[in-house]
């Protein structure tokens, strides 16, 4: 951040130095997380994080510049060198330091990039596009809702060139809270889904929520739409004051996939931008994973990249952690986590990768409960059996209290029901894996609070 003293810090936040030195220089904060907290930073109080337990030992031992806290946390056990502020609210208290330091490291460029599927992914792919242009910060593990901005407002400096949010919800207002506050030039919705739709309230909500985006984006800014997703059709742009471009495979787009094949270690295709045409290679599977690239192509454009820029940075482009990573299992097995999250739209396109790298392998998926869908709950857990029954499984797996939905829809499509198998518990679906084919290929999804990855630990 910007370096300000700690006397004008605490006039910044309406709070009272109590001790320490007002001429003291800051140059880094730190809210609510004491296992990240370092000596040149100034801690601010998080009533999520227990203070006896874990805040306070953690002051203690870094002895951290100084700590900012509300009236009714004791400072008796600080240590005498560490600074004191008091404030009402410690996390009002970030905000504004937060928003001092934006309007400090002005101006800047700003994208903001959200979607029902693929915004994490879209997300390090241009990031890794544009890593050449200047210091850049850029949204970190999925930390994407409002809750979550002033972290990133406050790690700008003056010589930072680009913000890169990705810009997630799970409540209508989200997404326009951010923009509202840092207005981007240039947006993207990857596409419009049932994720979040029963935290919502249904799809029509979810439309609602991505609008925010096109409502989002500075007048004169850069629009993104996915031109092969129905429901981006929805969203209205008549108040849109800047230029929509599209990208897509399937209909007419300015920003075009074709050619696309699967590859040992990748995708390659053909992307297409006006008149001019490029091969490009993605270190990761899956048609849906070019309709990110094709994203992340468009935004890299209109910012300035060129051509060798953009081919070499999605060439270099590291997947985010649980999306589609290949693991070598025990036995000559190969393990594909792809257990962040799910939802119908990306549990699809992770089976359709499952067929097209298994090659001769046995072919198994393990999926799992996908949450958030309300109303649409069973309905979509169907969808995916069905289109499972058309994957060449060699086994379906599924668990959970919503996952025996993907089974018996699996089985009602045709499937054999002697390869489909339904579990409850961790424990029983270890010891069937554990039992597996020695060379088979096996997909894990389903949503966060699976944890699936535990499993694939386990098979290492």
Same mark, same amino acid.
């Given at each position: 951040?910007? &370096?300000? *003293?700690? =006397? @004008?810090?605490?006039?910044?936040?309406?709070?009272?130095? $109590?001790?320490? /030195?007002?001429?003291?220089? #800051?140059?880094?904060?730190?809210?609510?997380?004491?296992?990240?907290?370092?000596?040149?930073?100034?801690?601010?109080?998080?009533?999520?994080?227990?203070?006896?337990?874990?805040?306070?030992?953690?002051?203690?031992?870094?002895?951290?510049?100084?700590?900012?806290?509300?009236?009714?946390?004791?400072?008796?056990?600080?240590?005498?060198?560490?600074?004191?502020?008091?404030t009402r609210d410690?996390?009002?208290?970030?905000?504004?330091?937060?928003?001092?330091?934006?309007?400090?490291?002005?101006?800047?460029?700003?994208?903001?990039? &959200?979607? *029902?599927? =693929? @915004?994490?992914?879209?997300?390090?792919?241009?990031?890794? $596009?544009?890593? /050449?242009?200047?210091?850049? #910060?850029?949204?970190?593990?999925?930390?994407?809702?409002?809750?979550?901005?002033?972290?990133?407002?406050?790690?700008?400096?003056?010589?930072?060139?680009?913000?890169?949010?990705?810009?997630?919800?799970?409540?209508?207002?989200?997404?326009?809270?951010?923009?509202?506050?840092?207005?981007?030039?240039?947006?993207?919705?990857?596409?419009?889904?049932?994720?979040?739709?029963?935290?919502?309230?249904?799809?029509?909500?979810?439309?609602?929520?991505?609008?925010?985006?096109?409502?989002?984006?500075?007048?004169?800014?850069?629009?993104?739409?996915?031109?092969?997703?129905?429901?981006?059709?929805?969203?209205?742009?008549?108040?849109?004051?800047?230029?929509?471009?599209?990208?897509?495979?399937?209909?007419?787009?300015?920003?075009?996939?074709?050619?696309?094949?699967?590859?040992?270690?990748?995708?390659?295709?053909?992307?297409?931008?006006?008149?001019?045409?490029?091969?490009?290679?993605?270190?990761?599977?899956?048609?849906?994973?070019?309709?990110?690239?094709?994203?992340?192509?468009?935004?890299?454009?209109?910012?300035?990249?060129?051509k060798s820029e953009?081919?070499?940075?999605?060439?270099?482009?590291?997947?985010?952690?649980?999306?589609?990573?290949?693991?070598?299992?025990?036995?000559?097995?190969?393990?594909?986590?792809?257990?962040?999250?799910?939802?119908?739209?990306?549990?699809?396109?992770?089976?359709?990768?499952?067929?097209?790298?298994?090659?001769?392998?046995?072919?198994?998926?393990?999926?799992?409960?996908?949450?958030?869908?309300?109303?649409?709950?069973?309905?979509?857990?169907?969808?995916?059996?069905?289109?499972?029954?058309?994957?060449?499984?060699?086994?379906?797996?599924?668990?959970?209290?919503?996952?025996?939905?993907?089974?018996?829809?699996?089985?009602?499509?045709?499937?054999?029901?002697?390869?489909?198998?339904?579990?409850t518990k961790s424990?029983?679906?270890?010891?069937?894996?554990?039992?597996?084919?020695?060379?088979?290929?096996?997909?894990?999804?389903?949503?966060?609070?699976?944890?699936?990855?535990?499993?694939?630990?386990?098979?290492?």
């Amino acid at each position: 951040m910007k &370096t300000i *003293s700690l =006397g @004008k810090m605490a006039q910044v936040m309406d709070g009272t130095l $109590i001790q320490a /030195n007002p001429a003291k220089l #800051v140059q880094s904060v730190n809210f609510g997380n004491p296992k990240s907290l370092k000596p040149h930073q100034v801690y601010f109080f998080s009533r999520k994080v227990n203070w006896e337990k874990k805040q306070l030992p953690a002051i203690q031992r870094i002895k951290p510049i100084a700590v900012v806290l509300p009236p009714y946390v004791s400072s008796h056990a600080l240590p005498k060198e560490v600074g004191l502020i008091r404030t009402r609210d410690a996390f009002a208290a970030f905000w504004k330091i937060a928003k001092w330091n934006w309007e400090q490291c002005k101006p800047l460029r700003v994208i903001g990039i &959200t979607g *029902s599927a =693929g @915004k994490s992914t879209t997300t390090e792919m241009v990031a890794s $596009i544009l890593k /050449n242009h200047g210091p850049m #910060v850029k949204t970190k593990d999925n930390l994407n809702t409002f809750v979550f901005l002033p972290s990133y407002l406050t790690r700008l400096n003056p010589n930072t060139k680009l913000l890169l949010l990705e810009m997630g919800m799970k409540s209508l207002n989200n997404i326009i809270r951010q923009c509202k506050i840092v207005k981007p030039e240039i947006g993207v919705i990857t596409n419009v889904g049932e994720a979040h739709a029963g935290a919502l309230g249904g799809i029509d909500l979810v439309v609602k929520a991505k609008q925010e985006m096109v409502d989002g984006v500075r007048p004169g800014g850069v629009l993104f739409l996915n031109a092969d997703n129905a429901r981006s059709r929805k969203l209205n742009l008549s108040r849109f004051k800047g230029t929509v471009y599209t990208f897509g495979i399937e209909n007419p787009a300015d920003i075009r996939g074709s050619n696309i094949h699967y590859t040992r270690t990748g995708m390659n295709f053909v992307a297409s931008i006006g008149n001019e045409s490029f091969p490009v290679w993605i270190p990761t599977f899956g048609t849906h994973n070019v309709y990110n690239a094709l994203a992340a192509i468009g935004v890299a454009w209109a910012y300035g990249a060129s051509k060798s820029e953009i081919q070499k940075g999605l060439a270099t482009f590291q997947a985010p952690k649980m999306r589609l990573q290949f693991i070598r299992g025990r036995y000559g097995r190969i393990l594909i986590n792809d257990a962040w999250n799910a939802n119908p739209t990306a549990m699809k396109a992770g089976l359709e990768v499952l067929k097209n790298v298994g090659g001769t392998r046995p072919k198994i998926a393990v999926l799992g409960n996908m949450l958030e869908l309300g109303k649409y709950t069973r309905a979509a857990h169907e969808l995916v059996g069905r289109y499972a029954a058309t994957m060449e499984l060699d086994q379906l797996i599924t668990v959970g209290k919503y996952g025996r939905f993907i089974a018996k829809a699996a089985v009602e499509s045709g499937m054999n029901k002697n390869k489909v198998f339904n579990f409850t518990k961790s424990s029983q679906l270890l010891r069937h894996l554990a039992r597996s084919p020695k060379n088979a290929i096996i997909y894990f999804k389903a949503s966060r609070n699976l944890h699936l990855e535990k499993i694939v630990k386990r098979l290492k």
